[in-house]
C-alpha cells in the first residue's frame, strides 16, 4: 500500500482535515471530527486520537472526559489527501450520548427502508457473549451454555450444524438463514469458551486469503479459495 508523509496532508484554508474515526474491527462509523496538523502529530506519537475543537477552538484528547479513550490500528489518507480515516480500537462509546456511534439515527426519508443487515453485528455479537461472562445474567442462554461448559457447546454445535444441512437439503432459504444464524451464534460461545479471539479467526482468514495464489499453504493441499 502506498503511504502518505505528514508533510503532504493538504489541510484547508483554517488548518483542518476531516477525520473519519472508524472502529477498526468491526468497519463501523463511529464519528467525525477534525484535525489540524499539531493534533495528528499527537496522534501518531500517542496512538490515540486527538482533535481540535473548533467550538472550543482548542485541542481535545478524546476520553479525557469519559475515559472512552480511542487506540489508533491505522490511519488512512485519501486520493487528494485532504481527508483522513482513522480506525481505532474505542475504549467505549464514540457518542456523548452514550451510544457506541454518533450516527445511531436515520434520515427519515430512510427509516423505513428494508434493512440488508451490516456485518458489524458480528462484533456487537461476539463482544455482548464475553460481557456474559463477566456480568451474567438472570435466565441468559449465553450464560448457561457457559455453565455447562464444552460438552454441552459441542453437542448444539452438532446439532445446529445438522439443521443446517437438512434445510439445505429442503432447500429453505427460510430455513438455511435461521439455522445459519443458530449455527454462528453457537460457534461464536465456542470461540469464547476456548478463549479464541474473533479477530485473530479474521486474521487467519485475511492471511489465507493473501495466499490464495499458493494452494499448498491453504486448507486442502489440493485446492484454494
Request: proline share 2%; glycine share 4%.
Amino acid at each position: 500500500m502506498e503511504s502518505v508523509d505528514l508533510k503532504d496532508i493538504h489541510f484547508d484554508e483554517k488548518g483542518l482535515i476531516p477525520a473519519v474515526v472508524q472502529d477498526a474491527r468491526s468497519g463501523e462509523v463511529l464519528m467525525v471530527a477534525y484535525m489540524n496538523e499539531e493534533s495528528l502529530k499527537k496522534t501518531v506519537d500517542s496512538g490515540e486520537t486527538w482533535f481540535w475543537s473548533r467550538s472550543r477552538q482548542k485541542l481535545w484528547h478524546k476520553g479525557e472526559e469519559s475515559a472512552h479513550f480511542q487506540h489508533v490500528q491505522r490511519i488512512y489518507v485519501d486520493c487528494d489527501a485532504d481527508t483522513l480515516v482513522v480506525q481505532v480500537i474505542p475504549d467505549g462509546p464514540a457518542c456523548h450520548t452514550n451510544n457506541r456511534s454518533c450516527f445511531y439515527r436515520s434520515l427519515t426519508e430512510w427509516a423505513n427502508k428494508e434493512d440488508k443487515g451490516n456485518l458489524a453485528i458480528l462484533h456487537v455479537l461476539y463482544d455482548e457473549i464475553k460481557d456474559r461472562r463477566i456480568h451474567p445474567q438472570e435466565k441468559s442462554y449465553t450464560n448457561y451454555l457457559q455453565q455447562k461448559g464444552k460438552n454441552k457447546i459441542d453437542k448444539k454445535i452438532g446439532e445446529e450444524a445438522s439443521e443446517v444441512i437438512i434445510a439445505d437439503q429442503h432447500e429453505d432459504k427460510k430455513e438455511i438463514i435461521d439455522e445459519s444464524c443458530d449455527l454462528l451464534y453457537h460457534l461464536f460461545v465456542l470461540w469464547e469458551n476456548a478463549g479464541v479471539d474473533l479477530y485473530d479467526i479474521m486474521a487467519k482468514m485475511e492471511e489465507r486469503d493473501e495466499k490464495k495464489g499458493n494452494k499448498k499453504e491453504v486448507g486442502h493441499k489440493d485446492k484454494i479459495f
